[in-house]
């Protein structure tokens, strides 16, 4: 009985005092306990279920964020449909490389227009020339629209390649095609020299004397005194003509002066100077007297200046005016305004006075710059006029 009775009490003992030994040798019971896997059921396996799954939650939403982001800076590209000048000159959102690849496969007009200008502005002159080919020469004719483009490209190949007379042709050519608004401001003849010192001064422009060309007799009877001239009209002879030699030139002015007197009742040729394809500047009506060019009152104090060339759009009969034209006629009006002193603003189109094409819408563009340039130069040569008495004034002072 005393036995069994100590037998219990020391059992009780014993289990009261028991450590459970630890699994993992040198761990502490309850990081033990911690590192054995948990019973699927238990609350401890599910909380670590929930947070594994928050976790999960919230990278996938980090990643997703991230593409949407890298999506985002990737530009689209979608290959232009129209052959405008926006289209194949505009900034693409693309490097010109990257575009250059993405029309690799392309085949349509402006697709090709556009991969030869970027070709041009990698200085891949060749490869631009060889582009534009496909569309120029292609088994369908290209419109008029379309080849003036790739004659441009193919000009600024030409020269980019220092093939001159190649360039000018094809040059000469898309202003002749040209209908974008944009190719033909590109297309436009320098006009204005850049510095005061290439100015011609009064007296240096070469004119022909009117006798050069054998003119009729002029019928004084029906002429009027020119007043002093304030303003400066420019014309085209309406009829095709491309021919440099003077002798063909003076044959076509006699023709007009004829036209004048004999079918209009003119009492001479009605322009007061006359600018054949090659430059040269020949003199028409005397300027002592009045022409007979923009019609009544429009005449009064008005040079007449007239290009010979037929500059409109039909595909037969039109022309563009040659670099050489628009040089001497900026030559000649320069110094028609300096001689009587009345600006850019006082340079008109024929059509500016009566409803009528002339001097062609391929010579309006060149006009209009003209005179625009004209009256910055005189703006800005009044401001530099008003510094200068400003600073004379502050000098007295």
């Known amino acids: 009985m005393i036995n069994r009775q100590f037998r219990t ?20 019971l309850k990081a033990a306990r911690d590192s054995q896997p948990h019973v699927a059921g ?22 997703a964020g991230c593409l949407s982001t890298v999506r985002q800076k ?3 590209y979608s290959a232009p449909g129209t052959v405008s000048g926006r289209s194949i000159f505009g900034k693409g959102q693309l490097t010109p490389a990257m575009e250059v690849q993405h029309l690799a496969n392309v085949r349509t007009t402006a697709a090709l227009l556009r991969r030869a200008w970027l070709e041009l502005q990698l200085q891949q002159p060749q490869a631009a020339l060889d582009t534009s080919a496909q569309v ?32 000018d042709f094809n040059r000469n050519r898309a202003r002749d095609l040209a209908l974008d608004p944009e190719l033909q401001r590109r297309l436009l003849p320098a006009v204005l020299p850049t510095s005061h ?76 100077f006359l600018i054949d394809p090659s430059g040269r500047i020949w003199e028409g009506r005397q300027l002592r007297y009045q022409g007979a ?44 305004m300096r001689r009587y002193q009345f600006g ?36 800005g040569s009044g401001q530099r006029n008003n510094r200068v008495n400003a600073r004379r004034a502050e000098e007295l002072e």
């Open 9 to 28: 009490e020391w059992q009780e003992r014993r289990y009261d005092n028991y450590v459970e030994p630890s699994p993992k040798r040198g761990l502490p």
């Open 42 to 63: 238990s609350p401890q396996a599910a909380t670590k279920r929930l947070w594994s799954s928050v976790t999960l939650l919230l990278l996938l939403a980090t990643l």
């Open 74 to 76: 990737i530009p689209s």
């Open 136 to 167: 120029l020469y292609a088994a369908r004719k290209p419109s008029a629209n379309d080849a003036s483009f790739a004659r441009y490209v193919r000009a600024e190949a030409y020269r980019a390649q220092g093939h001159k007379d190649r360039g």
């Open 197 to 272: 010192s290439q100015q011609p001064a009064w007296g240096q422009v070469a004119i022909q004397p009117r006798t050069s060309w054998s003119p009729l007799a002029p019928n004084r009877n029906n002429l009027d005194r020119m007043q002093r001239p304030r303003r400066i009209t420019i014309h085209h002879s309406a009829m095709y003509f491309r021919d440099t030699r003077p002798r063909a030139a003076a044959a076509q002015i006699g023709k007009i002066q004829r036209e004048h007197m004999q079918n209009r009742n003119y009492g001479d040729i009605g322009y007061h």
């Open 293 to 336: 060019h923009a019609s009544g009152s429009n005449n009064i104090g008005n040079i007449g200046i007239c290009l010979l060339g037929n500059f409109m759009r039909q595909a037969k009969d039109g022309q563009g005016p040659t670099n050489a034209q628009v040089q001497s006629m900026e030559q000649l009006v320069t110094q028609m």
């Open 344 to 379: 850019g603003d006082a340079l008109f189109c024929h059509s500016d006075f009566k409803n009528t094409a002339c001097p062609g819408v391929r010579m309006q563009p060149i006009v209009k710059q003209l005179a625009r340039l004209l009256q910055s130069r005189v703006a």
